[in-house]
């Protein structure tokens, strides 16, 4: 995601079987940072990871017994269609202000994490624990350097919400035929394919926002020749859209070279 590639890129051939240049990929990385850093490497910014999923995991639970959703029938004909757009949007609404709750708790652990993993290019120990780390972001940037990258974070999640949730229910809706057998077993999965689908279009949200999270802190991995000193996460988005750099880091395994 930062640019950062010590490995060269090696020739391959594509569908077609025409040669091109692929950067290396997840496994080829996990073995240069082992060689380097040893099997420690690969888990550089765990910690701060897991405090911060496991906050996540706490602040939607609250967040979801303080506001408790309705229980609405289930509606799945085709004559109850405004019913049931109205309870997509109900639960969306409800699902929405819990996972921006969330995120806003979790995020200041998440920028320390990538801070963390980051320290890897620039070979630095800037950010080597956890209550270390808050006192270092507290003294250099104020309380507004735990929410760098919030913004975008917090979008992607939202357009992916709605995206997935409303397609999931049109095509639900509108697709699947109530007669047909399988009908309950297509519509149980629907919501889980337009979700892989819906995350690839909002992965752009979730680089930009890891990048703002790492910039101009710094740490190598966030200053030229990786990055310019970004002055807001539209700024970083309209940089990597020039660049055609928008799903960067995106794929594990068959990176295509940028032309």
């Not at 897991?50 to 085709?78: C, Q, W, Y």
């Not at 990538?114 to 250099?140: D, L, N, T």
């Not at 807001?232 to 799903?247: E, N, P, T, V």
């Amino acid at each position: 995601q930062v640019g950062h590639e010590p490995l060269p890129p090696t020739v391959g051939r594509n569908v077609l079987g025409r040669k091109v240049l692929y950067l290396p990929g997840f496994f080829t990385y996990a073995r240069h940072i082992v060689e380097v850093d040893g099997k420690r490497g690969l888990f550089r910014g765990l910690t701060p990871r897991l405090i911060s999923s496991t906050l996540s995991t706490i602040s939607r639970g609250s967040v979801k017994k303080a506001f408790p959703l309705e229980d609405m029938e289930h509606v799945s004909n085709k004559d109850d269609v405004k019913t049931s757009l109205r309870k997509v949007v109900k639960e969306t609404s409800h699902e929405m202000m819990m996972q921006c709750v969330s995120r806003v708790v979790s995020h200041p652990l998440h920028v320390i994490s990538m801070r963390c993993m980051v320290q890897f290019v620039g070979r630095e120990v800037k950010y080597s624990g956890v209550f270390s780390a808050i006192g270092r972001i507290f003294k250099e940037e104020g309380i507004l350097g735990f929410f760098v990258g919030l913004v975008p974070h917090i979008l992607g999640d939202v357009i992916f919400l709605w995206c997935c949730n409303l397609l999931a229910h049109f095509i639900n809706t509108y697709a699947v035929d109530d007669n047909f057998s399988q009908a309950s077993v297509i519509r149980s999965y629907t919501k889980f394919v337009m979700g892989i689908a819906v995350s690839m279009l909002t992965y752009p949200f979730l680089l930009v926002g890891d990048l703002m999270a790492v910039n101009n802190c710094g740490l190598r991995a966030g200053l030229p020749p990786y990055a310019p000193a970004f002055t807001s996460w539209i700024h970083c988005w309209r940089y990597l859209s020039a660049q055609g750099q928008l799903f960067r880091g995106s794929s594990l395994l068959f990176r295509r070279a940028p032309m």
